[in-house]
Nanobody, 116 residues
Framework: QVQLVESGGGLVQPGGSLRLSCVAS????????MHWYRQGSGKERELLAY???????HYADSVKGRFTISRDNAENTVYLQMNNLKVDDTAVYYC??????????WGQGTQVTVSS
């Protein structure tokens, strides 16, 4: 069973930056695709970015150019660097692991609040 633990959320002013981390337990991290989602109040969960086991990345238009996903296989960790944050980025942010059998695992989420 894989467990994912996110951290790095908090309160930031518009235009500020945060870096989220997601640490995975177990030994399948390096062979898995990792995704970041978010869910704002009253909104559907939204895919923001993913990174494949080979390091290929993809971003939603809403965050392209502002957010960067990266991974450190030695640390079983995926990161989401978020720059130029906007009020509309306020949400709970979740990481997701998809293994080679297409099993899906979620973290518990970390709150990001962008407010002046």
């Amino acid at each position: 069973q894989v467990q994912l633990v996110e951290s790095g959320g908090g309160l930031v002013q518009p235009g500020g930056s945060l870096r989220l981390s997601c640490v995975a337990s177990g030994s399948i991290f390096s062979s898995s695709a990792m995704h970041w989602y978010r869910q704002g109040s009253g909104k559907e969960r939204e895919l923001l970015a993913y990174i494949t086991r080979f390091g290929t990345t993809h971003y939603a238009d809403s965050v392209k150019g502002r957010f960067t996903i990266s991974r450190d296989n030695a640390e079983n960790t995926v990161y989401l660097q978020m720059n130029n944050l906007k009020v509309d980025d306020t949400a709970v942010y979740y990481c997701q692991l998809v293994d080679t059998s297409l099993n899906i695992y979620w973290g518990q989420g970390t709150q990001v609040t962008v407010s002046s």
